[in-house]
């Protein structure tokens, strides 16, 4: 499975971006895809996902009603809109994906398949 994200640069405060992630192999290996994001000094923590079943969404507290996650399935494709931009979203965002089976999908552990990440600065 290759996970290939783009989309990241550079936005000011308020602004918006938009992320997207292709990913490459079986369709069980992408039943949830996932986004992450690590500021330096940071760990990486969880952005939001999506499950593939009925395409249910997750989203951290912090992005939540500013960032919206979507998948086309056609495409296999995720994408993440991101508005309303703050200097705290500056980060390395990562995708990530993983077959069906877990009930979890906020920690780093839950996926299998990681993308090489992509930057998103945001300058207030």
């Known amino acids: 499975v290759q996970l290939q994200a783009s989309g990241g640069g550079l936005a000011q405060a308020g602004g918006s971006l938009r992320l997207s992630c292709a990913a490459s192999?079986?369709?069980?290996?992408?039943?949830?895809m996932g986004w992450f994001r690590q500021a330096p000094g940071k760990q990486r923590e969880f952005v939001a996902a999506?499950?593939?079943?009925?395409?249910?969404?997750y989203y951290a507290d912090s992005v939540r009603g500013r960032f919206t996650i979507s998948r086309d399935n056609a495409k296999n494709l995720v994408s993440l809109q991101m508005m309303g931009l703050k200097p705290e979203d500056t980060a390395v965002y990562y995708c990530?994906?993983?077959?069906?089976?877990?009930?979890?999908?906020?920690?780093?552990?839950?996926?299998?398949?990681w993308g090489q990440g992509t930057q998103v600065t945001v300058s207030s």
């Open positions: 192999g079986p369709s069980y290996s992408t039943y949830a």
């Open positions: 990530a994906s993983r077959g069906p089976g877990l009930a979890s999908w906020i920690y780093v552990g839950d996926y299998d398949y």
């Open positions: 999506i499950r593939g079943s009925d395409d249910n969404t």
